[in-house]
């Protein structure tokens, strides 16, 4: 048999791949790469886990057929726009809707009807979701559906609002828009993408009515302004990145943010750490779902909250 011109090159260029990969965990450009992304984008990279961090880094230097980190930080100074591509690496903005279904089964079943229960007792019937580190918005508008399923025409009878935070601002204007692909939809019933969705072309369209109960907003988690008065806050898949006391903190951020006898979800992979592992009460582990702990005593909710599970 003759040769095979498209073999050779294509062992030529995994090589060449996996030199450059040796090459760069011995590159001292690293340190000054950091310190230069930090200046520049007010992105600490000293918050996150080196070994994921070097990796998404890689991933733009191989992209951009940049050889080491001196090279790819010239590239920076000749090409500002790159830095987008860098965040948007950076933070793995992976999301689709209805991620994880067991999850939203339950928030669904039990914690949004006893959230409307109890703000339907208020002066103020205010509900306040968080949804942190939001990506393109995917999750937070899985929690408008799920509120206007529970909630019916009795929507319209609560000050509700949805609040989509991210550092990546690409993906944030990709929430605004409320616009999506097939892939992202694979976890809906054809019911709901039919009743919340306006098919265009190969996209489809959010509905006015779930849009208006959104707010997306750039955010940084570790030194961004505290948000406050939730009743329920989703943080999934995002501070397994960071380092384990900026975890610890955040975890204590977020008891901090939420309302007493509020619920806070996190990522499967993830767990509570630090001050946040005794005052977060479980209220289904499997899930990653917990309760600010309350006093039963004062406000009487502990008893009615076991009911809707």
């Not at 230097?61 to 090279?71: D, G, I, L, P």
């Not at 302004?225 to 384990?244: E, G, P, Q, T």
Request: glycine letters at 4%; charged letters at 30%.
């Amino acid at each position: 048999m003759g040769n095979d011109p498209v073999k050779k090159a294509s062992a030529s260029d995994v090589n060449k791949e996996m030199k450059i990969a040796r090459d760069l965990d011995k590159d001292p450009g690293f340190e000054l790469l950091k310190r230069v992304i930090t200046r520049n984008t007010g992105f600490n990279c000293e918050h996150y886990k080196e070994a994921h961090f070097r990796r998404r880094i890689n991933v733009r230097v191989r992209a951009t057929n940049s050889e080491n980190y001196e090279a790819y930080l010239k590239l920076l100074k000749r090409d500002p726009q790159e830095y987008e591509s860098l965040i948007e690496a950076l933070t793995v903005n992976v999301s689709e809707f209805f991620r994880n279904p067991e999850t939203f089964s339950i928030i669904e079943k039990e914690i949004i009807p006893y959230i409307v229960k109890y703000r339907s007792e208020s002066l103020i019937r205010s509900i306040r979701i968080w949804s942190a580190g939001c990506a393109a918005g995917e999750e937070a508008y899985s929690l408008a559906i799920l509120l206007h399923r529970v909630l019916k025409t009795d929507i319209n009878n609560y000050r509700i609002r949805i609040i989509g935070t991210d550092i990546d601002t690409q993906c944030l204007e990709k929430a605004k828009k409320g616009i999506y692909h097939e892939n992202s939809l694979k976890n809906l019933d054809p019911n709901i993408k039919e009743r919340y969705f306006l098919k265009q072309g190969d996209s489809y369209q959010i509905i006015d009515k779930l849009k208006s109960l959104m707010q997306f907003k750039r955010h940084d988690l570790i030194s961004g302004s505290r948000n406050s008065h939730f009743d329920l806050i989703i943080c999934r898949n995002v501070m397994i990145y960071f380092k384990k006391e900026i975890q610890e903190q955040l975890q204590f951020n977020f008891y901090q943010s939420l309302e007493k006898g509020g619920f806070f979800v996190i990522g499967k992979s993830e767990t509570l750490l630090g001050a946040a592992s005794s005052l977060f009460r479980p209220y289904n582990t499997r899930e990653r779902l917990y309760v600010k702990e309350i006093s039963r005593d004062i406000y009487g909710r502990d008893r009615e909250l076991q009911e809707f599970k």
